[in-house]
């Protein structure tokens, strides 16, 4: 082979593993945009059983093919022990509901620790805000409050957000009180969709998580029932839910990195663990999980 063919089978084979290379990187890339994104459980889902025995609770939940829990509450166990639980059944601790006192001066650092523990670095505030968020001035408030709150846990590498209530999207001079709460927030602070909750206090899920692009890391996949027909699970009879839309949005706009199911009750005949099993089946059929 003379000097001119050794170069131009060089340059031609160089191209074959660049274009090998291009379309490997290519596939990867395609791969990861059809990455799922993970499933959690509320634990608040399965309390009845979690009072009692929440090592049990937890090896049933990862069973059912939940990849990790949110805790609202500990039932008197100490974090080092439930961070053992969670470690033998092979769940992430993603997110805890707590109250905004334990966020404040004094109990901070006691909260941070326990969480810290358990491998938690979200923070999430699920109760007391729905009033003081309802007139301008109050909401204004609290939001301020969030900011300086938020501003300390990011120093010590935690995300604090709010849960989404029935009662957060009343009217506040032409938005939803939600709305207004986190169009005063850092971008930081995350907005806990409860899809459920949202559609039962007459508000749109979909335009309002549409409407805060990448501030929805969190969202509560939760049914909300057609009338009449209390204790639907998710996708399942009753819902009246758009999953595939609000799914579509979550991953598009909103930011979504966990869904947490959350199941209040159960159909008569069932009981809570029975119902979120039901939930992530349906998950699965839908191509979800």
């Known amino acids: 082979m003379d000097r001119r063919s050794f170069m131009k089978t060089s340059l031609l084979a160089a191209a074959g593993c660049a274009m090998n290379a291009s379309g490997l990187t290519m596939s990867a890339a395609l791969a990861d945009d059809k990455k799922k994104i993970p499933f959690a459980l509320q634990v608040y889902s399965v309390r009845e059983y979690a009072s009692k025995d929440l090592r049990g609770a937890l090896k049933e939940i990862a069973q059912m ?33 707590l109250s905004v006192p334990q966020l404040l001066e004094g109990k901070f650092d006691e909260t941070a620790e326990f969480e810290k523990t358990l491998g938690n670095k979200r923070l999430i505030v699920a109760s007391g805000l729905s009033a003081s968020c309802a007139t301008d001035a109050g909401n204004q408030m609290t939001a301020y409050l969030f900011n300086e709150i938020a501003y300390k846990a990011a120093k010590v ?12 999207f009343s009217d506040v001079n032409g938005k939803t009180a939600w709305e207004l709460f ?19 206090g007459g508000a749109d899920p979909y335009d309002l998580v549409a409407k805060l692009p990448g501030r929805g890391k969190l969202m509560h996949v939760k049914a909300e029932n057609e009338k009449g027909k209390g204790g639907a699970c998710v996708a399942g009879p009753g819902d009246v839910v758009d999953w595939k839309r609000m799914f579509e949005i979550a991953e598009t706009k909103g930011g979504v990195e966990w869904y947490i199911v959350e199941q209040e009750d159960c159909r008569k005949g069932s009981n809570l663990m029975e119902a979120c099993a039901e939930c992530y089946e349906n998950l699965k059929k839908m191509g979800k999980v």
């Open 182 to 200: 986190f169009s005063r927030t850092r971008e930081d602070i995350i907005a806990q969709m409860d899809v459920g909750n949202c559609m039962h």
């Open 157 to 168: 590498g935690f995300q604090i957000g709010f849960h989404a209530h029935y009662n957060d």
């Open 65 to 97: 093919g939940y990849k990790g829990v949110e805790f609202a509450g500990y039932y008197g166990h100490e974090a080092k022990d439930i961070r053992k639980w969670l470690d033998e059944a092979g769940l992430q601790a993603i997110s805890t509901h």
